[in-house]
């Protein structure tokens, strides 16, 4: 089988490897389309995640769809040509965190992509059976890959303490501020704010339903949000991109008793904070790690609304130029939206 090995920052090398047999609970699976995500393109672009070090070589890829080659001893319900979605992380079920329901928080995680944990930028895999989620009639593999940045604009919104008619603001409209927006929309908030220096980014957050759109490169965004509040603020500011000194004017922008979510992965260690603006104003800032049981609604929602949510998915590659795909999207080319690695042609 074919696997893409991030070997260096903006190199991938495609090369051969043979398949893993399924084991007992376990299910062997061809991947058909795998999403990039904004991790992915960190690990290429700046060789960490946060504040952690890339791994080299590794194998990216945690957004992905596929079908059942075979199933392993003990596992029932599956059937070769089944279509899944596949969760990257394998938690172990019995750890503090695991026993609270915090599972994203799991002391013995296994994400799949993270480090020297392989990815699923293959053509096969074979991953526990609790991995996989049927894919529902309607929804294609390469809009099936939407459920996991979807998932995590879902957790982001449990922070929100959300109810109809107040306001937000999102910063970063990539996939996942564009998700946000569309579910914040849904939750019955009045308006939304958008803020991206990227115009086809703006007018991706305007079709999932943004009111205001806001080029940060042309104007102070968080003094734009005063203006149009009445000086006031919104009650939530989700920051789905931690650049730039958008925390900082998230800070600025939320309103008293507020709430600031930070969805985003930072590229910079410590990265500039208003606290006295959290202070003054009495706002918490929350934190997002990844997702936590909402796979599921994410997959509800992308069967109910196939046709508003599909579209996000703009671009499609073949494995063999997996790295021009990651190079294009880092340089925000030619209307990028979200962009699948396409495996099964």
């Not at 979605?85 to 994400?111: K, Q, T």
């Not at 962009?339 to 042609?345: A, G, M, P």
């Amino acid at each position: 089988m074919r696997i893409a090995k991030l070997i260096s920052q903006h190199r991938f090398q495609i090369a051969e490897a043979a398949p893993v047999d399924p084991g007992p609970g376990e299910i062997q699976v061809r991947v058909h389309f795998c999403g990039i995500c904004g991790s992915d393109l960190h690990n290429f672009s700046e060789g960490l995640v946060g504040d952690t070090p890339s791994v080299y070589p590794m194998v990216l890829g945690h957004e992905p769809t596929g079908t059942v080659i075979q199933t392993g001893a003990g596992v029932s319900g599956w059937q070769p040509g089944d279509r899944a979605f596949l969760e990257p992380a394998i938690f172990c079920y019995h750890c503090p965190m695991c026993r609270s329901g915090r599972h994203n928080l799991c002391d013995n995680i296994r994400f799949l992509s993270a480090g020297a944990e392989p990815g699923y930028f293959r053509d096969i895999v074979s991953v526990p059976e609790h991995c996989l989620v049927p894919i529902p009639p309607g929804v294609g593999l390469a809009e099936g890959t939407l459920f996991e940045p979807l998932a995590v604009a879902l957790h982001s919104l449990r922070f929100a303490d959300l109810t109809p008619g107040v306001s937000a603001a999102v910063f970063g409209c990539g996939p996942i501020g564009s998700l946000t927006v569309a579910m914040l929309k849904m939750h019955g908030v009045r308006r939304v704010f958008a803020v991206d220096p990227v115009p086809h980014r703006r007018e991706l957050a305007r079709a999932m339903g943004a009111d205001v759109l806001i080029d940060p490169s042309q104007t102070d965004p968080s003094k734009e949000i005063l203006a149009a509040t009445g000086k006031r603020g919104v009650e939530t500011v989700l920051d789905c991109v931690t650049k730039g000194g958008s925390l900082d004017h998230a800070c600025i922008a939320v309103a008293k008793g507020g709430r600031v979510v930070a969805t985003g992965i930072p590229s910079d260690a410590r990265p500039m904070i208003h606290f006295h603006e959290l202070r003054r104003k009495e706002v918490p800032l929350f934190n997002v790690r990844r997702s936590n049981n909402e796979t599921h609604l994410a997959i509800e929602l992308l069967a109910e609304r196939p046709a508003f949510l599909g579209p996000m998915v703009t671009h499609r590659a073949p494995l063999e130029n997996i790295e021009r795909a990651f190079a294009d999207l880092e340089a925000y080319k030619d209307g990028v939206g979200k962009s699948v690695v396409q495996l099964v042609l």
